[in-house]
């Protein structure tokens, strides 16, 4: 069996990209491990443990995750306005390089995984955090020696064909149209259908985001409200861009524990 860690930014990140290849995988018995940079706060909480890392545990729990880490770090926010850390934690984004990725590649070495999944270089939508991400978890896979990274991505292809509702959710539309992965790049499609009720019931764990007035909030509220034969269509892919490799001849792979041709 195969140990696979999937680094992300926030609470929540761990559902939009990945999930159902984490449920899948821990389904046939391999160890998935979710580590994330951020509390994701970007204001301060009460108490010791932020809520949304709880929520992350809850969630990690449906999807039958082995184990959940947190580095450390406090949301930086998406937008023009940086906000001061917060009391006792340095927003991601701000923190030295060096350091985040000394953290990830000291449970990388805890751990040993033939695959580490992270963001690609655009950070999907350029998401500070997510770019950051991408800058961490390149650097530490190569300080662990773990010898496979993918990016977890969308077809660049198929969000320009979603300009208007992402303009109406107020997101960078340049951003969108000009991040993630071109089709041609990605090297591995997973069908996860199989997995949507495990997904949306993973996603429902994440509840002080769901409460929300967000943009994902709104997405998620509306998605939760699509039955379930037509969602696990529409979200029965999720893609990955094998870092330093080209898609395979026959097509991309429906495994990540898969080397292209």
Not at 204 to 214: C, I, R
Request: glycine share 8%; with cysteine; aromatic share 6%.
């Amino acid at each position: 069996m195969a140990t696979v860690v999937a680094f992300h930014a926030h609470p929540d990140d761990e559902i939009i990209l990945t999930g159902g290849t984490l449920a899948k995988l821990a389904a046939a018995g391999h160890r998935t491990v979710i580590v994330v940079a951020c509390d994701g706060h970007v204001q301060e909480f009460d108490g010791a443990v932020a809520p949304r890392l709880r929520e992350l545990q809850a969630s990690a729990d449906v999807l039958g995750v082995s184990r959940v880490a947190y580095l450390g770090y406090a949301d930086s926010g998406h937008g023009p306005i940086l906000y001061p850390d917060p009391p006792g934690r340095m927003r991601f984004t701000r923190a030295d390089l060096g350091e985040a990725t000394r953290r990830l590649a000291a449970i990388l070495d805890e751990e040993r995984p033939e695959v580490l999944l992270s963001y690609d270089r655009h950070g999907g939508y350029g998401h500070r955090d997510h770019v950051r991400v991408h800058e961490v978890g390149t650097g530490a896979a190569h300080a662990a020696g773990v010898a496979r990274v993918l990016d977890a991505t969308l077809p660049q292809e198929f969000l320009r064909k979603l300009t208007t509702p992402v303009r109406l959710l107020r997101y960078d539309v340049a951003a969108i149209r000009d991040g993630y992965t071109p089709r041609a790049h990605i090297t591995h499609r997973i069908d996860v259908g199989a997995f949507a009720a495990q997904r949306m019931q993973a996603l429902s764990e994440h509840k002080s985001v769901l409460d929300g007035p967000g943009r994902f909030a709104t997405i998620a509220r509306t998605l939760r409200r699509i039955p379930e034969p037509i969602r696990a269509q529409l979200f029965r892919w999720e893609w990955f861009a094998e870092e330093g490799r080209s898609p395979a001849f026959s097509g991309p792979l429906d495994d990540i524990l898969t080397l292209p041709e």
